[in-house]
């Protein structure tokens, strides 16, 4: 009993040297996984449009002091043409007219497109502001009549499981009225489709990662300005996002890890006999607010 009360202070002693030890071990994985979280948190991140790839960007070493531009870039005098004030709403109209002639047009001729005007029209997507000037954005035109009709086998075959079993009873009705469905007979007809990929991430010469800051809002706005390059061009397309096709039709079409695909575009003439739903757009009133 004598040895247990003097041995007493010594295990109190042992106890809490364990506690203070575990106590540290903890805090230190906790403040070790605030400053991984911190360290990894990316706000131009877009994770709307997967496609079931995993980019382990944090595992790798990221060259972050240098992204491509010199530390010095150069900048040099801009001279913008200038119009009156009668010339600015004249042209503002007629732009305007011209866009609001756009439609999606689901029916496309086989009838052949100049290449030219496809190399144009993506030279001027091309011109899109970009987060930090990274422009991550591919272009994939595809005109082999082997490869589009792969395409059309690979989406038909997601889209039927799209719209029996995933994307819900709502969302199918409501695309009933625009009488659309699985069957994709433009992905064969269309003389061009134009697959639009966004990078996560570059590579520098080095062979480091390069961050793409806002990498799917850079690449939506030079798919927007893509779109009135081609109506001005008098071509037309339909807007498709392939639900769940993304990985299938980056490994057929040879793209690396780093691109998801974003946007897929038919484009060519509309056959003489095509339609299109009878839709109107919402009044200025209802889309912009003056404060």
Avoid at 111 to 136: K, L
Wanted: aromatic letters at 8%; hydrophobic letters at 35%.
């Amino acid at each position: 009993m004598a040895l247990f009360s003097s041995l007493t202070p010594v295990f109190i002693t042992i106890i809490c040297v364990l506690i203070g030890v575990i106590l540290k071990k903890t805090n230190g994985e906790k403040e070790k996984r605030e400053t991984k979280s911190k360290h990894l948190s990316r706000p131009w991140v877009d994770e709307d449009l997967k496609d079931g790839t995993v980019h382990q960007l944090e595992e790798e070493e990221v060259d972050e002091e240098w992204q491509g531009l010199d530390e010095n870039v150069a900048h040099v005098p801009f001279s913008a043409e200038r119009y009156s004030e009668a010339e600015m709403i004249k042209r503002s109209q007629t732009f305007y007219e011209l866009l609001n002639k756009r439609r999606s047009v689901r029916f496309l001729s086989d009838e052949p497109v100049p290449r030219e005007v496809i190399d144009n029209v993506i030279r001027t997507a091309g011109t899109s502001p970009s987060g930090a000037h990274t422009e991550p954005w591919t272009f994939v035109v595809v005109q082999d009549s082997y490869l589009k009709h792969k395409i059309r086998e690979i989406v038909e075959e997601e889209e039927e499981i799209n719209y029996k079993k995933r994307m819900g009873d709502r969302w199918v009705n409501d695309l009933k009225r625009l009488r659309t469905n699985w069957v994709k007979e433009y992905l064969d007809t269309a003389p061009y489709l134009i697959l639009i990929f966004k990078q996560v991430y570059g590579r520098h010469p080095n062979g480091k990662k390069k961050t793409h800051y806002y990498n799917e809002i850079s690449v939506s706005i030079a798919c927007g300005v893509l779109l009135a390059a081609l109506q001005n061009a008098g071509l037309y397309t339909v807007t498709t996002t392939p639900l769940n096709c993304g990985p299938q039709l980056r490994t057929l079409l040879n793209r690396p890890a780093n691109e998801k695909l974003l946007l897929l575009l038919p484009v060519g003439y509309p056959k003489k006999d095509a339609t299109v739903p009878a839709l109107t757009r919402k009044p200025l009133e209802d889309i912009m607010v003056v404060m």
